[in-house]
């Protein structure tokens, strides 16, 4: 079964600063990633997926991920944030012997945007 | 209704009672799933189901049961609540084979 680990609980930056989000993964099966992104008091949406292809992901929304398989990193970063981009973030691969269809998600990084 | 809709928003139960905390979604997805939600954990699977008549057990199933009679439903019953049950439950689906998950807003419980 795949597992995941977000290093940082908490992430402040300024508004318009590039922000880095770090997610690593344990896997020794096929590997599919989950960004999924929670704003206050709101259930959760995904962000962008790593299935397969391109290691370099992108949302509508300006951030990107790369599934790096050397360093089993799944990393979300935003060149430039804005104070809207204020959430919870989490990471997810599949939970495993569920089918591949249900997800263990990370602790959450909360990302606090300051003007 | 549109995407997952969750029953109720929120409920404060005394321990020791039953609840069952309701998700419908319309969207005809095969798979559904019951998440809870505590600071510093992430959100843990507790119960999920691959398709309708079958059901399976998470991470985290004590204290919990689910059924799946039909395809649009999924309710999480705790039948004799206790206050480390108290956390935000999400529902989710997904289409079979697409692990691209939806979620409904959240129940708040809190169990005193």
């Known amino acids: 079964a795949q597992s995941v680990t977000q290093l940082d609980s908490q992430v402040p930056v300024f508004e318009e600063a590039p922000v880095e989000l770090r997610c690593n993964y344990s896997?020794?099966?096929?590997?599919?990633l989950f960004w999924y992104v929670q704003y206050p008091n709101q259930g959760l949406q995904l962000l962008l997926k790593?299935?397969?292809?391109?290691?370099l992901v992108e949302s509508i929304n300006g951030f990107e991920a790369e599934f790096n398989k050397s360093q089993t990193s799944f990393h979300l970063r935003k060149p430039s944030v804005h104070i809207s981009d204020t959430a919870e973030y989490f990471c997810a691969a599949p939970l495993g012997n569920t089918g591949r269809r249900a997800l263990t998600f990370g602790s959450g990084t909360r990302l606090q945007v300051q003007p | 209704i549109a995407g997952i809709t969750q029953a109720p928003t929120s409920q404060i139960l005394a321990a020791g009672r039953r609840m069952t905390l309701r998700c419908t979604q319309d969207m005809r997805h095969n798979a559904m799933y019951w998440y809870r939600q505590d600071l510093g954990l992430g959100l843990r699977l507790i119960h999920y189901?691959?398709?309708?008549?079958?059901?399976g057990k998470g991470e985290v199933p004590d204290g919990y049961s689910v059924s799946r009679a039909n395809t649009d439903d999924f309710p999480l019953t705790l039948a004799s609540a206790v206050p480390s049950q108290t956390s935000v439950y999400f529902c989710?689906?997904?289409?079979?084979?697409?692990?691209?998950?939806?979620f409904g807003p959240g129940t708040r419980l809190t169990v005193l």
């Open positions: 189901s691959n398709t309708a008549g079958t059901t």
């Open positions: 790593y299935l397969s292809g391109s290691t």
């Open positions: 896997s020794s099966v096929s590997v599919y």
């Open positions: 989710a689906s997904s289409e079979l084979d697409n692990n691209e998950q939806f």
